[in-house]
């Protein structure tokens, strides 16, 4: 038996107070003469007996009901298990993720975890309660119930170790309460095995709700595959986590306007063609008839009016017709100057600047094209074969690039080409290895190997890239090198140009960094927002004098086609679509981790703890029996003679 209040025992103490008083009567007796003591003598002997009895009774039950009540004010229990702590911390992580619109067998698993906690949990305890995205910390069922009510699915997940850490620091420093960390998910595979640290100052409890669902199909992605004059192919990549399903419908929308109508069987990846329109804005909405996950079932697209990329080559009477082969008028507004011509107004306007083979470049020149750089714009270099070194470096150093050290007269290889540049990124399906490789009879040699995006056979770089500005280390005239009719150049040169105006895409993935530039030019003091009929949202921006580069990447958080909007006024659409990591259904086998208490249910769990807590509670039997024994005395005082 333990105490709720056990100071009160020392009470007990007090009982001695009764008996002293019985021991030492403090009566004064008064004499009384009477002519013959006989009499008296023998009612003496008499009730001598009986008064001592009925003291003793008196005294026993007197002490019995004091003792009684102060046993009942120290409120006295015995607890229901071994582990009893009546202090008790409870932290709860709730996956809000949205795989957990999966059912279960009361609705989502989401939606089966809150009314768990809101039928379960007394709506008085305090506890720290998290999900993805919020923290409630030292709070009570009633105080986060409308919140909880209203919990919708996030498009981010915390990994499971970082939900484990941040659970631990919710807990207090206090060193003698029990605490229990509920991790609430359905603890979907990832990459990483499942594991957590072992902690002896808490209990770890992990609650996999089952699902009833046994598939699900998901719109991945989707892209243009052939394009003419007069229509686009698009192409819809599918993915189904089950047998094969025949007949999955798939609708494509513009706006509310029903385009076009497919319909596949869809095993594992599945791909479904549309043809559209081409010059022609679309705002692009696919939806599929699946019961699975909801959150997968929509995907975004959208066609803005093309813009054209701006490239302006200055030559110096050196031939330029690659690049007008490479810039082609469909996607590019290619212009063409020799440096004795040329308009150094038309500078500032342009995406990209190629000097093409010019022997010097004059400070009038290096100070436009840095002016340039800084402004967002791409340059690409290509030396002539007798150069000014000093010019050359003096920009180069400006624009933090290997210099040019010495000259190479030897004829060299082009052999070595870098798949993990920035510039080359998906470009090739597959690494290169027996492509024809160009070579160069005159060539500069760089005075540091890095940044390199194509290598001659000894190490050293043909091409150097670095934020935007890029440069080849020889001419590139037929006379010096047949670079022009190598495969890499078309590549080459369309990447660097197609990157120097970051063109909106098809759809951008929120969780996903992105950087998106909105051809437009505002005042000093205005932002770009992001506007749907249900939120607005300032991305990070970045403001140049012909363009204003957007990142986003956790925001928005809403799928949908939204409004790039310089106050009252729609620039263009940007679609977001939600990450498909969560439309996968597999899970981790909880039963592998031996250090770990794992359930199915919520309420099972919350009921596990608050069986540790419950208890018997004696009092009211005490303070009963305070009253039988406060009977007893006065029956005793009243009948017992």
């Keep these: 038996m333990q105490f709720k209040h056990p100071e009160l025992l020392y009470a007990l103490f007090l009982l001695v107070i009764p008996i002293l008083i019985h021991l030492f009567q403090l009566r004064r007796f008064q004499k009384v003469q009477f002519t013959n003591v006989k009499f008296l003598k023998s009612v003496k002997l008499q009730t001598r007996k009986s008064s001592q009895l009925k003291k003793w009774l008196t005294l026993i039950s007197r002490m019995l009901l004091l003792a009684c009540a102060i046993i009942a004010f120290a409120q ?30 009361n609705g989502t698993l989401l939606n089966e975890a809150i009314q768990d906690i809101i039928n379960t949990l007394p709506e008085d305890e305090t506890i720290s309660f998290f999900t993805n995205d919020d923290t409630y910390r030292n709070t009570t069922v009633k105080a986060l119930k409308n919140d909880l009510i209203q919990l919708s699915h996030s498009p981010s997940q915390l990994n499971y170790e970082a939900a484990y850490l941040k659970g631990k620091q919710l807990f207090s420093k206090n060193g003698g309460s029990t605490k229990n960390l509920i991790l609430v998910s359905d603890f979907q595979q990832n990459s990483n095995p499942l594991s957590f640290e072992a902690d002896s100052t808490l209990q770890l409890r992990l609650v996999q709700p089952k699902s009833n669902l046994s598939s699900n199909i998901s719109i991945d992605s989707l892209y243009i595959s052939n394009t003419s004059a007069k229509t686009l192919d698009i192409n819809v990549s599918l993915s189904n986590q089950s047998a094969p399903i025949d007949n ?12 076009a109508k497919n319909s596949v069987t869809v095993n594992k990846e599945t791909e479904a063609s549309f043809t559209i329109p081409n010059n022609s804005v679309i705002n692009g909405k696919l939806i599929i008839d699946d019961a699975g996950l909801q959150y997968d079932n929509t995907f975004y697209f959208n066609i803005n009016e093309k813009l054209k990329i701006k490239v302006l080559a200055i030559n110096n009477n050196t031939d330029d017709s690659f690049l007008k082969r490479i810039y082609t008028e469909d996607e590019f507004d290619f212009k063409s100057f020799n440096l004795s011509t040329l308009n150094f107004n038309l500078i500032p306007n342009q995406n990209l600047i190629v000097l093409n083979e010019i022997e010097e470049v004059s400070s009038a020149l290096q100070t436009a094209l840095n002016t340039f750089k800084k402004d967002g714009g791409s340059i690409l270099i290509i030396p002539s074969s007798k150069i000014s070194l000093e010019s050359y470096n003096q920009l180069f150093k400006n624009n933090l690039i290997s210099i040019y050290n010495t000259i190479i007269t030897s004829k060299t290889r082009i052999t070595s080409i870098n798949y993990d540049h920035p510039l080359l990124v998906n470009t090739f399906y597959s690494k290169v290895t027996n492509f024809q490789y160009p070579n160069v009879d005159i060539s500069y040699r760089f005075s540091s190997n890095s940044n390199s995006v194509l290598s001659y056979e000894d190490g050293t770089p043909f091409l150097v890239g670095n934020d935007k500005f890029f440069a ?35 759809y951008y993935t929120i969780g996903k960094p992105n950087s998106i530039a909105i051809q437009t030019s505002i005042g000093q003091d205005d932002i770009l927002t992001l506007n749907s009929e249900a939120t607005s949202v300032i991305p990070l921006q970045k403001t140049y004098s012909k363009a204003v580069v957007l990142e986003t990447e956790d925001f928005p958080n809403t799928a949908g086609i939204l409004n790039v909007m310089n106050k009252n006024t729609a620039l263009q659409n940007l679609s977001f679509n939600f990450n498909r990591n969560e439309s996968r259904l597999n899970y981790y086998d909880l039963s592998t981790l031996d250090t770990v208490t794992t359930d199915s249910s919520l309420e099972a769990t919350i009921n596990t703890i608050k069986s540790s807590t419950t208890i018997n509670a004696l009092w009211k039997w005490f303070v009963i029996f305070a009253l039988v024994f406060l009977i007893i005395e006065i029956l005793l005082l009243k009948y017992l003679k």
């Design 472 to 506: 080849f280390s020889s001419a590139l005239n037929n006379t010096n090198s047949n670079f022009k009719n190598s495969q890499l150049i078309i590549p080459v040169l369309y990447n660097i140009g197609l990157q120097s105006l970051k063109l909106s895409k098809l």
């Design 248 to 259: 999955v419908s798939i609708s494509l929308f513009n706006n509310d306007e029903l385009l």
């Design 76 to 105: 006295p229990f015995i607890p229901n298990t071994d582990d009893f702590n009546e202090v008790q911390e409870t932290v709860i992580y709730l996956d809000n993720s949205f795989s957990m619109q999966a059912k279960g067998s």
